[in-house]
Nanobody, 115 residues
Framework: QVQVVQSGGGLVQAGGSLRLSCVVS????????IGWYRQAPGKQRELVAR???????NYAESVKGRFTISGLNAKNTVSLQMNSLKPEDTAVYYC?????????WGQGTQVTVSS
């Protein structure tokens, strides 16, 4: 069993920055990767970024160069640093944990970018 707790997010003007954090506890030995997804109103949930247990990262094309995912260390905390935010980044962001057995989702965090 894994517990996932998110923090961060909020309201920011375009061009600003926000940081999201995801703390994972429990059976963390079985984690393959931790990622961030987002879902805007009326749209499908999409992958934003993820990092695996070896430190390899992947990003959606729309956030490359602006967002940085880091962590998945002994403390099992993964952060998403979001810079140069755009109104189209507005969405609910979810932490996603993939393990050898199943997957887990965080509770979701609203990120709103005003123009």
């Amino acid at each position: 069993q894994v517990q996932v707790v998110q923090s961060g997010g909020g309201l920011v003007q375009a061009g600003g920055s926000l940081r999201l954090s995801c703390v994972v506890s429990g059976d963390t030995f079985s984690i393959n990767y931790i990622g961030w997804y987002r879902q805007a109103p009326g749209k499908q949930r999409e992958l934003v970024a993820r990092i695996n247990s070896g430190g390899t990262t992947n990003y959606a094309e729309s956030v490359k160069g602006r967002f940085t995912i880091s962590g998945l260390n002994a403390k099992n905390t993964v952060s998403l640093q979001m810079n140069s935010l755009k109104p189209e980044d507005t969405a609910v962001y979810y932490c996603h944990v993939d393990t050898l057995v199943t997957t887990y989702w965080g509770q979701g965090t609203q990120v709103t970018v005003s123009s």
